[in-house]
C-alpha cells in the first residue's frame, strides 16, 4: 500500500464493502517471519495487525527489530508502530543503539519526522522506567529519559546516577551533551531547589 510493504507466513485480510470498491481491505493480521517494509526502515517479529484506517500496526513475538540507517530498536514485549504520525513505542528490554552510544528502558518510544527530501528521520526518543544510556565514556542511570536528535543531546531524570570509570555522581536530574561528551548533574527538581548531587572521585583515574 503506497510505499508500505509486509510480508509474513501467513496474511489473513479483512475487508467490506465500500462505495469505492467491494474489496475494501481494512484489517491485515500477518503470522510468522513478520516483515513491515518503508524505504526508510524495516521492522520485523513474530504476528502484527495492521489497521489501515488508522495507519496504525501492534507487532508481537519476541526479538522485535527496527532497523534504519542510523538506528535499531529491539523489544522483548510488543512494538505499537503508527505510520500515520511517525511513532513507535517499543515495550519490554527495549534498547536503541546509535553507533557507539545506546539506549536501554523498560518503554521507549522513537518520533520521527520526514526531512526536506520527504525521508523519515528520527526526532527523539523518550524513554520510561529503568534507564541505562551508555556512551564511550560514561553509563547513566534513571527513572525518565529524553533524547533530541537535532542537537544530540539527552535530559535524564529520577535517581540518576553517572558513572565514569570508577568515578561516580549522584543527583536529581542529568543534561548530557553526545557532541561534546560533557554531563551535568543537578541536585532536586528542575532548577535545583533542595537536594544535593553525591560524588565518589578517584584522583588517578582517567
Not at 553509563?139 to 565514569?164: C, K, Q, S, W
Request: hydrophobic share 30%; aromatic share 6%.
Amino acid at each position: 500500500q503506497g510505499d508500505i510493504t509486509i510480508k509474513a507466513d501467513i496474511l489473513t485480510a479483512d475487508y467490506r464493502e465500500s462505495e469505492e470498491s467491494a474489496f475494501d481491505i481494512y484489517r491485515l493480521t500477518a503470522e510468522g517471519n513478520v516483515f513491515i517494509e518503508t524505504p526508510e526502515h524495516t521492522v520485523q517479529g513474530g504476528r502484527a495487525t495492521y489497521e489501515i484506517d488508522q495507519g496504525t500496526a501492534l507487532m508481537t513475538g519476541g526479538n522485535l527489530v527496527m532497523t534504519t540507517p542510523e538506528q535499531t530498536v529491539t523489544a522483548q514485549d510488543s512494538f505499537e508502530y503508527s505510520m500515520t504520525d511517525g511513532r513507535l513505542t517499543a515495550r519490554g528490554n527495549a534498547l536503541v543503539t546509535n553507533g557507539e552510544d545506546s539506549l536501554a528502558a523498560d518503554t521507549i518510544s522513537a518520533y520521527f519526522t520526514r526531512d526536506n527530501n520527504g525521508r523519515n528521520q528520527l526526532r527523539r526518543l523518550s524513554a520510561r522506567g529503568n534507564i541505562v544510556l551508555k556512551t564511550p565514556t560514561e553509563t547513566l542511570y534513571g527513572d525518565r529519559g529524553e533524547y533530541h536528535a537535532d542537537t544530540e543531546t539527552a535530559e535524564v531524570t529520577g535517581n540518576v546516577r553517572i558513572e565514569r570509570g570508577p568515578n561516580v555522581l549522584e543527583g536529581d536530574r542529568a543534561e548530557v551533551d553526545l557532541n561534546t561528551s560533557v554531563s551535568r548533574i543537578h541536585g532536586g527538581g528542575l532548577h535545583g531547589e533542595g537536594g544535593r548531587v553525591r560524588g565518589t572521585f578517584y584522583p588517578d583515574s582517567e
